[in-house]
């Protein structure tokens, strides 16, 4: 596996569209991990009111690496992840700070707190929280503060939604782009969730919505952080040929990733094929 491409897609398996129970969820994570592609796969995410179900789904002496979903508020979220089983290292909490058309702040600062409790000074190891902010009001100015909290010392980053249900969730070329470039601006490390389930950009004939496609982010992102200003930033995240993006994307595939942690998939097998398809994987299948 590329170095590129390390930790890329997290297992959301639980999550829509795909919504695999938790006892599936997780025997297909651990072939995941077993497998010739793992170190595509980063950890297991799972709701935090779900969390303690996990304890029984694990074989004797197992060890699982998960992502805790906020679905609580942040103060219980304090609590699911320090009365976790031992054999569940928690690696990483994420949680939407605000409503579309809120102020982001308060709900950041909150985090900002939680991340602060997981760090004390001197432990080490730690863990990593990810802000999921909206792309509408009050973005900048939680940008700023992400990036006050990271010069800090603290390990928190921001997350951004690429899709879902509605038009709306879907952010344009432009705005993810100027978003990217913000976050480069910033050295703000970012991950993505929803609406990525193929490489390129493409038009979901059931549901009539335009999807950004995780090829053209890697892409748009690779761009930016060699210092691409927005539009030819957008005009990669708007490409529906994969060809320039494969181009841009292979001179880069020996070198770590900058900037994009990575994003959630229901699916492992559907990026993994894709990537295949596009030459920027070779291996076959033994999942």
């Not at 707190?113 to 902010?133: C, D, H, I, Q, S």
């Not at 969730?169 to 193929?198: S, W, Y």
């Not at 490489?199 to 952080?225: K, Q, S, Y």
Request: proline share 9%; charged share 20%.
């Amino acid at each position: 596996m590329p170095a590129l491409l390390d930790g890329l897609v997290d297992d959301a398996a639980v999550f829509p569209p795909g919504s695999a129970p938790l006892p599936d969820a997780v025997a297909a994570h651990r072939r995941h991990r077993a497998s010739w592609y793992a170190n595509l796969v980063g950890p297991l995410l799972v709701p935090a009111t779900r969390l303690a179900e996990l304890a029984d789904l694990l074989d004797a002496g197992e060890r699982i690496e998960v992502g805790v979903i906020g679905d609580v508020p942040v103060a219980r979220l304090d609590e699911a992840r320090t009365v976790a089983d031992p054999r569940i290292r928690v690696r990483q909490v994420e949680a939407a700070v605000a409503k579309r058309g809120e102020d982001p702040l308060p709900g950041l600062t909150e985090l900002v707190g939680l991340t602060r409790r997981a760090n004390p000074p001197g432990a080490g190891g730690g863990l990593t929280v990810y802000a999921e902010v909206p792309l509408t009001f009050g973005l900048m100015g939680a940008l700023d503060a992400l990036a006050a909290a990271r010069a800090e010392g603290l390990p928190v980053a921001a997350k951004f939604r690429t899709g879902g249900l509605a038009a709306e969730l879907f952010p344009t070329p432009a705005e993810l782009a100027a978003v990217i470039c913000a976050c480069r601006d910033r050295g703000l490390p970012f991950k993505l969730t929803a609406g990525l389930h193929q490489a390129v950009r493409h038009l979901d004939p059931e549901t009539g919505f335009t999807h950004h496609g995780f090829a053209n982010v890697l892409a748009a992102t690779l761009a930016a952080a060699e210092g691409a200003a927005v539009q030819p930033v957008a005009e990669l995240l708007t490409a529906t040929d994969p060809r320039p993006l494969v181009q841009l994307v292979e001179g880069h595939l020996a070198a770590p990733r900058p900037l994009w942690v990575g994003y959630g998939s229901c699916s492992i097998l559907e990026p993994l094929t894709d990537l295949i398809r596009l030459g920027l994987v070779n291996g076959g299948f033994d999942a």
